[in-house]
């Protein structure tokens, strides 16, 4: 490779991407951003070529939560950014670290209405509204610093997504010297004074109870010791799920949703909270509110006080936060179990509960799973069980649909030899069915387990239940059998749920991906 000094902007880029680790982009080349391509193929870095940018966005996504590094996309001007918008606001909401990288107008008809081709007003602004970094630069510099600043947030700061965009004419320009990776900031330490106060709350309370976020999937060990010393059910929030593992006694899972459950925090005189925003998504009750009695970790102070009030808030890493409570917290005596009763299932939940129990039993525990906006998923963040972190990744906070295929896709190329499947409905796999190509063309043997109930069925009962004739909830699907083989994919639609793990068994030793059709009629 040529000097840094004769290297253009658009290339030196990719050698600094490389430099932090970069491994993985997503992306779609475009007349605007081939200048971040030229350097490519001499770089170690593999690029996957998506089908449209939303599935670029949920695939660094996808990517991001199942290896805990940063999903990084290459994107164009214009509908390139207002493309993948919809994965970003996901992300935001789901403190996912992606990186997106786009071209710009040239710095002179940057923001003047001249009719450039994919020409906005103010493209940094758009993406500014779902991003916690959304930087322009001017200068090659301001590209090294931009990328500087994307890297040590999202290793020092709670995960979000970031926006670096870089004009035309600058990536043409001269690199210059200085393209090399900065040394990253660490999460802050959580203070000694505050975790002693939590300490001593724990040691004193009755009835301690523990609640995991999707910021603690790496201090579940941490966790489970200071259960088990003080007796105390661990709850999780759906991100959380997998933080520890869901046999184990002391583990309720995700309850939250339950109206029961906050019988558990009104009887609770010490709730320890680790990495979780305590969120309407994480309650689905918007007047849910803790005011007492909580010890809050987070390494976000902006959620320290909103809007549940916590007596004690300590700044800083879960893993380590909770470590230091473990070696503090003093064995009790007594039994050590937990309960909560779900109630008895109606006739949905409990079919949905059979065929959740096949699919958990056919796949292995370290099975990463990205699953959708759909019936079946939303029975599964309650009842399906999960025992290891980052193996159960479902779109909380925005809700988009067509989240659950190209996520498997960017988890796939992650985790490498691990196994991958995707749980998503009939109607949210046609958001984002174009990237089944882009799991035949790389021969992913992903398992796509389908729910196809020819309908918005969430949306039709919550009409029924809110007194709303059901209308604009049925649909007429394409034969997806035939659809899945003209992208090159195996195709099964299992009769019984014997079939069904028959035909899960077949898909994992696949050598490319299979969509498994999943009806109501297989129950029986």
Known sequence: MPPQAELSTGEALVGLLEAYGVDTIFGIPGVHNVEMYRA??????????????????????????????????FTITGPGLTNILTPLGQAWSDSSNVLVISSALDIKDSAQGRGRLHEMLDQRGAAATVTSLHMRAYTPKDVRDAVARAFANFASRRPRPAYIEIPLDLLKEPAGEGWTARTLPAIATPPAAQIAQAIAKLNSARSPLILLGGGALHAGDAAVAIAEKLKAPILTTTAGKGAVPAAHPLCLGNVLGREGVWTLFENSDAILCAGSELSETDFWNTE??????????????????????????????????????????????GKSSA???????????????????????????????????????YAGNEIFPVSVPRTWLHPVGFGTLGFALPAGIGAKFGVGERPVAV????????????????????????????????????????????????NAVTL????????????????EKPSSLKALAEAITSALAADGPTLIEMTPRMVG
Not at 458 to 469: E, H, L, S
Request: proline share 5%; with cysteine; aromatic share 4%.
């Open 40 to 73: 490519l193929p001499r770089s170690g870095i593999r690029h996957v070529l998506v089908r449209h940018e939303q599935g670029a966005g949920f695939m660094a996504d996808g990517y991001a939560r199942a290896t805990g590094k940063p999903g990084v996309c």
């Open 288 to 333: 849910a509110l803790i005011e007492k009695n909580l010890i809050r970790i987070d390494i976000d102070p902006d959620v320290m006080g909103r809007p549940h009030t916590a007596d004690i808030a300590i700044l800083g890493d879960a893993k380590e936060a909770l470590e230091a409570i473990a070696h503090g917290v003093k064995e009790r005596e």
């Open 339 to 377: 309960h909560f009763d779900l109630g008895e299932a109606d006739a949905l939940r409990a079919m949905l509960a059979k065929v959740l129990g096949v699919i958990r039993e056919a796949l292995p525990p370290e099975t990463v799973i990205c699953s959708d906006m759909t019936q079946i998923a």
């Open 423 to 470: 749980m998503i409905g009939d109607y949210g796999l046609q958001y984002t069915i174009n990237e089944l190509g882009t799991a035949a063309e790389h021969k992913l043997p992903i398992v796509i387990l389908m729910w196809n109930n020819d309908a918005l069925g969430q949306i039709r009962d919550d009409m029924v239940m809110k007194g709303i004739q059901p």
């Open 476 to 491: 007429r699907n394409p034969d997806f059998q035939a659809l899945a083989k003209a992208y090159g994919l195996k195709a």
